[in-house]
T-cell receptor
Framework: GAVVSQHPSWVICKSGTSVKIECRSLDFQATTMFWYRQFPKQSLMLMATSNEGSKATYEQGVEKDKFLINHASLTLSTLTVTSAHPEDSSFYIC??????????????FGPGTRLTVT | RKEVEQDPGPFNVPEGATVAFNCTYSNSASQSFFWYRQDCRKEPKLLMSVYSSGNEDGRFTAQLNRASQYISLLIRDSKLSDSATYLCVVNSGAGSYQLTFGKGTKLSVIP
């Protein structure tokens, strides 16, 4: 199946710093990527929909100025957590749709990035 | 009411057992339904899509009841490797590619 990578896979940072997470579709083009966050023992919660060449669409309650999303190409979306705080510690997962695939409804998930803010 | 609700679990079953998971969804406009599997500290992986007529993939059978807004997953002849959290997932509305996840049901298959 299609492959989505994320980098870094884990990161520990100090409170107040910014962290950038990359999401890449390796063997297909993705005009739309999704960013999720998962707290321990909770479900994945959609944070925002990232659209190539346009502004991201954020879900209610997600601060767009804190979680900056850039989708500059058809294979790369980045999420920057600005001025991170301990409550931002979570598992961040991206997904992408393969528009040309046989199953366009299917989303392929990246391996996730575990962020710990101290 | 939560958008996607699942059995809370955990389910602890012996190898070879048959186990069923249930899920209800609140958005009647949802058109796409899936079961994902998530291993501890890993990303979700698609197990199977769920079709209106029901579908089977080896030991796994999925059923959909649109009238009741109910989805099920049956696992026959459980293997140790089936131990994971199973996530019920629906799209967020007609024509939407956004997905809404249930909290998941944890399955532990015991030797």
């Amino acid at each position: 199946g299609a492959v989505v990578s994320q980098h870094p896979s884990w990161v520990i940072c100090k409170s107040g710093t910014s962290v950038k997470i990359e999401c890449r579709s390796l063997d297909f083009q993705a005009t739309t990527m999704f960013w999720y966050r998962q707290f321990p023992k909770q479900s994945l919660m959609l944070m925002a929909t990232s659209n190539e060449g346009s502004k991201a669409t954020y879900e209610q309650g997600v601060e767009k100025d804190k979680f900056l999303i850039n989708h500059a190409s058809l294979t790369l979306s980045t999420l920057t957590v600005t001025s991170a705080h301990p409550e931002d510690s979570s598992f961040y997962i991206c997904s992408a749709r393969d528009l040309t695939g046989a199953l366009p409804r299917e989303q392929y998930f990246g391996p996730g990035t575990r962020l710990t803010v101290t | 009411r939560k958008e996607v609700e699942q059995d809370p679990g955990p389910f602890n079953v012996p190898e070879g057992a048959t186990v069923a998971f249930n899920c209800t969804y609140s958005n009647s406009a949802s058109q796409s339904f899936f079961w994902y599997r998530q291993d501890c500290r890993k990303e979700p992986k698609l197990l199977m899509s769920v079709y209106s007529s029901g579908n089977e993939d080896g030991r796994f059978t999925a059923q959909l009841n649109r009238a009741s807004q109910y989805i099920s997953l049956l696992i026959r002849d459980s293997k140790l490797s089936d131990s994971a959290t199973y996530l019920c997932v629906v799209n967020s509305g007609a024509g939407s590619y956004q997905l809404t996840f249930g909290k998941g049901t944890k399955l532990s298959v015991i030797p």
